[in-house]
């Protein structure tokens, strides 16, 4: 099984900052790297796939980066409605697995 | 719009079985992977299965295999989580979603969730 490790496990941005969210694999994934968001109480969207395309509708503010066993998630210009729970999730080998989560919160 | 709703949550003693239905509109179903996701209260996201969207495959997470089974009937545009022997650590949201454009294997659109809750 391919273990996803998210870094931070809490990060502390102030509105208008610019956050960087760390993604590692165990071992090499390719491109197939998927982010999403979780809001409290509501279900997971996806932000982007193919470790850097973002998903329908989802802003520029948003950029994934990364190949094989390092992937960022950058969000630029934070605005309150970006303070959520992100999930890094791998789907080069089976079984899918994901990252426990970054915690995006208001400093 | 896609639209997926669960169904078939509920409370169940351990040991016990429990069904599990998605149903799915605005899109093409029978073009689509799914999927089971699941989420403890307070926790993270688990991926629990998947079916191809000819139903010729059909993969799990090795906590659940041999105990789950995922299914579906294309022609009710309809998905299906058969959950047996439950445990009392499987108390989760359980959420279908629909497996992307581009890859079966990431998901990208999702349900609102069916709790269920495993305990004596």
């Known amino acids: 099984e391919i273990v996803m490790t998210q870094s931070p496990a809490t990060l502390s941005v102030s509105p208008g900052e610019r956050a960087t969210l760390s993604c590692r694999a165990s071992q090499s994934v390719s491109s197939n790297l998927a982010w999403y968001q979780q809001k409290p109480g509501q279900t997971p969207r996806l932000l982007i796939y193919?470790?850097?395309t973002r998903a329908t509708g989802i802003p520029a503010t948003f950029t994934g980066s990364g190949s094989g066993t390092e992937f960022t998630l950058t969000i630029s210009s934070l605005q309150s409605e970006d303070f959520a729970v992100y999930y890094c999730q791998q789907y080069n080998n089976w079984p899918l697995t994901f990252g426990q989560g970054t915690k995006v919160e208001i400093k | 719009q896609v639209q997926l709703v669960e169904s078939g949550g509920g409370a169940v003693q351990p040991g016990r079985s429990l069904r599990l239905s998605c149903a799915a509109s605005g899109f093409t179903f029978t073009k689509y992977a799914m999927h089971w996701v699941r989420q403890a209260p307070g926790k993270g996201l688990e991926w629990v299965a998947v079916?191809?969207?000819?139903?010729?495959?059909?993969n799990y997470g090795d906590s659940v295999k041999g105990r789950f089974s995922i299914s579906r009937d294309n022609s009710k545009n309809t998905l299906f989580l058969q959950m047996n022997s439950l445990r009392a650590e499987e108390t989760a949201v359980y959420y279908c979603a629909r497996g992307g454009e581009l890859s079966w294997n990431y998901f990208e659109y999702w349900g609102q969730g069916a709790l269920v809750t495993v305990s004596s």
């Open positions: 079916i191809s969207s000819d139903e010729s495959s059909r």
């Open positions: 193919g470790a850097s």
